[in-house]
């Protein structure tokens, strides 16, 4: 029979056969500036078939029958807890089944579900953050469960020098000093050290957290809060490669695209290209061509 084709391109695997399950969180209530992430995971499976399957970076593709995409949550828009819950769950049944939960946000809140549930597996996990912004207030505005601390509501749950911080460029002076203290394993303005900081990290569990607003505005427009100073495209890609060829991966997501933020597209794209290089190097982990 016909069947529905609207899966990121490639990720056409059954839940039961496949390694990877892709998802999106369609949410963005808590969003400081400029809403529209909900809009996200439809965006970019709609225009990843402007893609190939085949990465000409890492000589690999996407094989078949190793992701299945299960579409966007039906989220409960406008209550926070009850969503962080919903993807909690999700996560929770993802990594039960012994598969890897790859999340399309969203904005950044959405992380702390799907880190509730790779905690509670995997308590000795570490984080990879790549984002612009700290993420590490108390609070916003009053408002715990908001984009602007779901580092610190992760911090929470790990404590400290489990969270490794990548490209920030913003946030209040109380946050850099937070994180500079010790709090978190704290790498300013750039992604250099990853490998380093990779090295130490070794075999632990990790979930890695990509805020596409670590690039630059010049290559990525398409995002609520955009920060000048980033970094480019083939640096970003580079290296979540890395992170994902390289790490025990227990989870991962890409949040903060906002389509609506860039009619042309273009940000849409880089956030297809990123998520297609990642998948890649997750699925062909352990081959021998990856790492
Ligand atoms: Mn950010």
């Not at 969180?25 to 402007?50: E, I, L, M």
């Not at 966007?72 to 993807?87: M, P, T």
Request: net charge negative; glycine share 10%.
């Amino acid at each position: 029979m016909w069947k529905n084709v609207v899966n990121y391109i490639g990720c056409d695997a059954e839940y039961d056969e496949a390694r990877v399950v892709l998802y999106g969180a369609p949410f963005d209530s808590t969003t400081s500036f400029r809403p529209g992430t909900r809009f996200a995971g439809q965006a970019v499976r709609n225009d990843s078939y402007g893609l190939e399957i085949y990465s000409p970076y890492q000589d690999l593709e996407l094989t078949e029958g190793a992701v299945y995409d299960c579409g966007d949550l039906e989220l409960a828009i406008g209550d926070s807890g009850i969503i962080l819950e919903q993807i909690r769950e999700t996560a929770e049944q993802i990594l039960r089944d012994g598969k890897l939960p790859f999340m399309i946000g969203g904005e950044h809140l959405v992380t702390l579900g799907s880190v509730r549930a790779a905690a509670q597996k995997y308590p000795d996990m570490h984080i990879i953050h790549f984002d612009a912004h700290t993420d590490l207030r108390s609070d916003y505005l009053g408002v715990e469960l908001s984009h602007a601390c779901v580092i610190r509501r992760c911090w929470e749950l790990l404590g400290d020098g489990r969270i490794h911080q990548f490209g920030i460029r913003s946030g209040e002076k109380y946050e850099f000093d937070w994180a500079k203290s010790g709090h978190t394993d704290f790498h300013p303005f750039v992604l250099e050290d990853l490998d380093a900081v990779l090295e130490n990290v070794g075999d632990a569990p990790v979930y890695f957290t990509v805020d596409l607003d670590v690039l630059d505005p010049s290559v990525f427009p398409g995002t609520g809060t955009p920060e000048p100073g980033g970094v480019d495209f083939l640096t970003l890609m580079r290296a979540v490669t890395n992170v994902c060829g390289r790490v025990n991966l227990i989870g991962c997501d890409v949040n903060e695209l906002c389509p609506p933020c860039d009619p042309t597209g273009a940000s849409t794209a880089v956030a297809c290209k990123i998520i297609r290089e990642m998948l890649i190097a997750i699925v062909n982990r352990g081959n021998g061509k990856t790492g």
